[in-house]
């Protein structure tokens, strides 16, 4: 049947857009990871998300926010300032859905003082439902997640200040969206910000020179700039500065106690790759009020807990964004045929395609395995330990195979891939940004090393949990020899990519161990252990693909 008539020629051999489905419901790899490593009934809200977030009018408010990005309004008329930004509708709505699903609060909400602040910690719950969420969200419309996020991760901060923590939670937990431009003290729900990238270091936070002068007790005058500040709208930011006893964290609001605008004078926007439905600004603190969080020169010690979780978030995100370009690229093969056969038909798009599914679902198994450890950490130390060395190998390995990742799913939809129309340009360069912000490739290397090399016996009880977990897969036993040897050779840090691309690998087959088919675990244990790869589709998997495209996106 000809799609629609023309005068000139008639279509035919289109795809139908993959839209009105529900995208938990038909996501095999993530229920299975899901029932692993969450609890009962965590899937009930998945799938209720699921389906609103894979209907046409949802994804038709991704494209918009994107289309229309944000526009910054630094003066009124007058030529008063007012820093503003102006958003499209479909950014709010986008907004708050997420909030009112409780992306931005879900793992701290309900939960008794003292356990908030057991050690000047915040100790969530519910970090793998909250995960499989945020990959759930990130595969539709990733730009809105920044702040989202960062409210999240922002409470864990400001578990060092327990009155600051104590003032704001309530506005985080509400679970409402308040886009007014007030004071946070007179809003219904709030978001929050980070500030630690300057013009002339953002790895190397210690390089800053913006400097904080106290007023009075935890009160402090902020004077300096940020490269980079996202999401500048947010009611309020965890900042690094300079204070007598060394870089230190501040929480600086939009509006000074007395409800006077604050001292935040927003230059620009980025103009940037992807992420365009978010802001991201640069900024002068011109006498910035704001409060002391954690003692002075504990700034880095006190912000890492909030980093720790944006890095959880950057894991899920990039799983997010592979998943919904796997997706369209199994939708599309199933649907187009070219030499007479269905694309899915053809041999070596099927191995492009079931290759890509490998990568997908170690994505999302060891995401979520990895938000398991953080919700036992607080009662687990190996757990703690687990979280502490996975997570930054796992933010490399993952968030910097998303790119190429997306580049192959774009291809096997061939020029209608590459054209605006089809999610994947934005999907394609949404995901750079996930590698890049929140420690960068190699400081992620860098941090496993040290992590590995600071605590010999976690390390080693680490290693031995995930040798257990692998132990009747291909090539483990000497995956995790060559893992222990780089530890031990202690070569310094040329060594430190390869080191966390092992322990990546180990760690996603583990995590693969628990929650897929054992067929496709020891696929993945073939074809990832040797760190040769490079492209997709050049592995042997001739038995495994059907299977691994019915899980990824069921044919009916
Ligand atoms: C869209 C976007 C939004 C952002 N939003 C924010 C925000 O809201 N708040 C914020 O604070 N920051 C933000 N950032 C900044 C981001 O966190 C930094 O860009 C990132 O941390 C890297 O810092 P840098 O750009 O100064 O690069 P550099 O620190 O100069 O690093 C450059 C490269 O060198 C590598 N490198 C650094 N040190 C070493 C070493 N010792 N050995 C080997 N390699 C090394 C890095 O891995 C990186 O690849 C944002 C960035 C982007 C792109």
Known sequence: MPLEEFTTHEVFNQTPPLVDINFAALDQPLLGALDAFGVKGDATHLVEQGAMLGTAAHLELARLANENPPKLKIFDARGLRQDLIEFHPAYHELMRRSIEAGLASSTFENLPADRVLANG??????????????????????????????????????????????????????????????????????????????????????????????????????????????????????????????????????????????????????????????????????????????????????????????????????????????ALAINHARHRSAFQRKLAQQPAMRMTLADLAISAEAAIAVALRLAQAFDRSEKEPVQAAYARLITPAIKFAICKSAPGFLYEAMECLGGNGYVEESPLPRLYREAPVNAIWEGSGNIMALDVLRAASRDREATRAVLAELARQTHDLPEADRLVERIKALIAQDEGQGSARALTLDLAALASAAALAQCAPHALTEAFARTRFHRAHELFGANELDEECEQLLERALPAS
């Not at 009155?163 to 929050?192: C, N």
């Not at 790895?203 to 996202?230: C, M, P």
């Not at 002075?296 to 799983?319: H, N, P, W």
């Open 121 to 326: 910690k915040l100790h969530g719950k519910g970090h793998v439902a909250r995960s499989a969420l945020h990959y759930l969200v990130s595969g539709i419309e990733a730009g809105h997640l920044c702040p989202v996020t960062m409210t999240h991760a922002g409470s864990a901060a400001l578990a060092s200040a327990a009155t600051h923590l104590k003032a704001l939670m309530p506005l985080i937990a509400s679970r409402v969206y308040d886009a007014s431009f007030r004071p946070f003290w007179e809003k219904q729900g709030i978001t929050l910000g980070m500030g630690m990238t300057e013009k002339q270091g953002g790895s190397d936070v210690r390089a800053n020179t913006t400097r904080a002068r106290q007023i009075a007790g935890d009160e402090y005058e902020i004077t300096g700039h940020k490269w980079f500040l996202s999401a500048p709208m947010c009611d309020a930011f965890l900042v690094l500065a300079q204070a007598v006893g060394g870089l230190t964290c501040f929480l600086m609001p939009r509006f000074r106690p007395d409800g006077a605008l604050n001292g935040l004078h927003l230059q620009r926007l980025k103009d940037k790759l992807g992420n365009r439905s978010n802001a991201s600004s640069e900024v002068e603190f011109v006498k910035a009020f704001a409060w002391r969080i954690g003692p002075e020169g504990r700034g880095v010690q006190t912000i890492i807990e909030m980093v720790q979780l944006t890095r959880l978030d950057c894991i899920s995100s990039s799983a997010g964004l592979m998943r919904m370009g796997l």
